[in-house]
């Protein structure tokens, strides 16, 4: 299913959470971990394909948030930055 962009965006460093309103619900709350966990980039699709279990350093953050239009770029501190988190899969994570 499709969704819409959320109705608002809400990035805590200090608290290391991304906080979204979705039309129609309560705010959702996702970790910084979790989100990097989840990166949908080809690279790391690939190896959770592969079975490797990607190990997240529990201090990771999100520094940059990048529209995208259909979804946004995520820029973590540890360097990674290559997914683009479409809003339909950012919905989904939040369930």
Known sequence: MHHAAPLRLNNSQKDKQLVMQW?????RVYSHERLRGACPCAK?????????VALV???VEIIAI???????QFV????H???IYPWSYLHNLGT
């Open 23 to 27: 039309p129609a619900e309560e705010p």
């Open 44 to 52: 790391c699709r690939a190896e959770n394909i592969q079975g490797y």
């Open 57 to 59: 350093n529990a201090d």
């Open 66 to 72: 990048n529209p995208m239009g259909y979804g946004v």
């Open 76 to 79: 973590f501190n540890d360097g």
């Open 81 to 83: 930055d290559r997914g």
